[in-house]
């Protein structure tokens, strides 16, 4: 099996890319910090299917950490990255940046991106500054691959919302596809982060996507007291062992807080807490 | 003689861009606010001479005035401009949006830019916001019509600096060429701001130019104390009516402060004073 061709610099990728571009080819383009698990390879497929030609990136992003955050520790795997990769096949080049290529005047100097109020709700109330990071090198990386297709995991709805926000208010020339999480059998959802549970903390982590799920149940039974829905969540993840940053029932399509007209099958249930060090994050939409 | 086409909508411009892409042109873009004089005609000619087409745009962008500032009184003389566009001739299109076409989502909820520190001074100190509404603006722009190459204006000098910046540093895939200050006879850099002078205040506003090309002779003659170079040019600028902003002596390439190992021609002087309502700025290179 071919081996897959890592690019390291800009120039490479521009160059790689007008290539494509002359050969009139499509592309689609799956960022990702790396750390790669089967969430990620289906985001793969789904840009194969979209496009004429898949570009990947691997970069752990140090605008999206926040200070006491695991940026130092996060899992840096690239060989068995490329293993996985080469294993699925059709992924033209895998774009592997150090940090000064994407940041060249560094990171205090850097032009920053400040998203809108989401970006300060639901997990970013909890991370100061984390889509804000997120939308920076999103845009650096679209800037250089000029890709058609974005392809985003759902797993971060409230990336992909935001995502979607940064590409139409800024007139970038893509468009957003985000694919469905993937989850293991007992329902969590794959994350790098899984890897930070202790088998102990694994065997209980299962109980985010369930309380999600019956809040979601409960919805589309007819239920509207969201505050009621959500504190019952809540007290489930506790009771599981997470300590929990919130639970919360949302518009699916622009995550503002419902309304009575708002039908269940409009509404995403999204939930974050801390089991162990590792913060989880999931949502069902109803 | 044709008139030139009037592009309402970002969707008008992607079409027309992406059809000169089919045919290989190249693309060479030049923004301006309107009410246009030979500056900005000296652009367009500029722009035909670095690529196969050019185009331009008129949009005086809310995002860069502060409140107590001119957004209001701006003049916007459309009809005039088409007559000077068409004179000059070779502009492919004219692009002539909304606010609400450049900012979607509305001023308030906008995705923010935030430029380096250099954009706190200068004209930065004294228009708090200003280089980050350029910012927003020109980022917009340049993803909409994704031109080879951004024509600007030298008498902006330090929104060249911050606008080279920005691309380099988001990746932009466009590459900026500054042309030449345009001026009266008499020294006074053309500028849509002058005609807001009274017959008077036009007689002695060539002063500005003159008190930085004074500083620069002096440079070139091998001068080094910068402060009372400074200090002089402000003092002559009073002399003549101004109330004065700044005159600084900054490195041309960055504009940091210089140091001792500068040569005069690394050098550029630039300044910026109140004449009745008008703030004039200019700049002289060494």
Redesign the interface.
């Known amino acids: 099996m071919a081996q897959s061709r890592i690019v390291r610099t800009?120039d490479g990728v521009?160059e790689l890319v007008a290539g494509l571009r002359g050969a009139r080819r499509t592309v689609a383009f799956v960022p990702t910090m790396g750390n790669l698990h089967a969430g990620h390879l289906s985001l793969v497929k789904l840009a194969a299917a979209k496009c004429d030609e898949v570009l990947m990136s691997i970069f752990v992003n140090p605008t999206q950490f926040g200070p006491a955050e695991d940026y130092g520790a996060y899992p840096r795997t690239l060989d068995d990255d490329r293993a996985q990769i080469d294993a699925v096949g059709g992924v033209a080049a895998v774009f592997v940046p150090e940090v000064a290529e994407i940041?060249?005047?560094g990171l205090e100097?850097?032009?920053?991106?400040?998203?809108?109020?989401l970006a300060r709700e639901l997990c970013g109330a909890n991370r100061p500054g984390h889509f804000d990071g997120v939308?920076s090198v999103v845009?650096?990386l679209l800037?250089?691959v000029?890709p058609d297709v974005l392809v985003l995991g759902q797993k971060d709805y409230q990336q992909c919302v935001l995502i979607e926000?940064?590409i139409?208010?800024?007139?970038?020339?893509s468009r957003v596809v985000c694919g469905p999480t993937q989850r293991d059998p007992d329902g969590l959802a794959l994350s790098s982060r899984n890897r930070y549970l202790t088998l102990d903390e694994r065997e209980r982590a299962p109980a985010l996507h369930a309380a999600l799920a019956a809040v979601s149940e409960a919805l589309r039974a007819g239920a509207t007291d969201f505050t009621a829905l959500e504190s019952r969540a809540i007290e489930k993840l506790q009771s599981a062992g997470f300590r929990p940053d919130y639970v919360e029932v949302r518009r699916a399509a622009d995550l503002v807080p419902p309304c009575a007209a708002d039908r269940p099958h409009d509404l995403v249930v999204l939930g974050a807490a801390w089991m162990g060090r590792a913060r989880l994050i999931d949502n069902v939409r109803v």
């Open positions: 800009v521009r940041y060249p005047f100097d850097a032009v920053r991106l400040t998203l809108p109020p939308a845009c650096r800037n250089i000029l926000r940064m139409a208010d800024l007139r970038l020339p």
